[in-house]
T-cell receptor, first 112, second 116 residues
């Protein structure tokens, strides 16, 4: 079973707009990671945020983490058609093992 | 390109058969992870190896087994295949495994298994 729930399940926007995806999880974590997947292909690692961090930036990506609410958000600014993909959050627990538990994913469609 | 390679890309086989999926981690990575992605179960962790030893098990069926070899490549063996085993199987690798040394996992392109 998956730990994370992502919201929305699908998001459709125009190029240039911002896209925000949210992820909620259930247990305490060491870190949370966001991945992108283009239509059934491999997962591309986007960003990792540790449990003692609240916000992280990478290019047009901004990730926030609220451990008290067990939630994270991914913001993609000035979206492009090439950002069209599914986005997954994945959590690593504080167990000493690094297996990732993935959320259900958000399908993002960016129209030109 | 993540540096993780997986072969084959596609595999079509019949129920009851056995297949082997192969993964080569990024250079320098000691940990290998296997994940299954299916429409009904989403992305599920199967098993992790670190430097040849099994470190963690997830939702891996008894019909499935894996190993990591001295050169660090890994194989996932799926036997007595059923229709429901049709899925994308991903391998990922990372540098470390223990304690506070959590690192990004880099995923291979996956093997798409179709069981007819």
């Amino acid at each position: 079973s998956q730990q994370g729930e992502e919201d929305p399940q699908a998001l459709s926007i125009q190029e240039g707009e911002n896209a925000t995806m949210n992820c909620s999880y259930k247990t305490s974590i060491n870190n949370l990671q966001w991945y992108r997947q283009n239509s059934g292909r491999g997962l591309v690692h986007l960003i990792l945020i540790r449990s003692n961090e609240r916000e992280k930036h990478s290019g047009r990506l901004r990730v926030t983490l609220d451990t008290s609410k067990k939630s994270s958000s991914l913001l993609i600014t000035a979206s492009r058609a090439a950002d069209t993909a599914s986005y997954f959050c994945a959590t690593a627990a504080n167990t000493g093992f690094q297996k990732l538990v993935f959320g259900t994913g958000t399908r993002l469609l960016v129209s030109p | 390109d993540s540096g993780v390679t997986q072969t084959p890309k596609h595999l079509i086989t019949a129920t009851g058969q056995r297949v082997t999926l192969r993964c080569s981690p990024r250079s320098g990575d000691l940990s290998v992870y296997w994940y299954q992605q299916s429409l009904d179960q989403g992305l599920q962790f199967l098993i992790q190896y670190y430097n040849g030893e099994e470190r963690a098990k997830g939702n891996i069926l008894e019909r499935f087994s894996a190993q990591q070899f001295p050169d660090l490549h890994s194989e996932l063996n799926l036997s007595s295949l059923e229709l429901g085993d049709s899925a994308l199987y991903f391998c990922a690798s990372s540098v470390g495994t223990s304690g506070s040394s959590y690192n990004e996992q880099f995923f291979g392109p996956g093997t798409r298994l179709t069981v007819l």
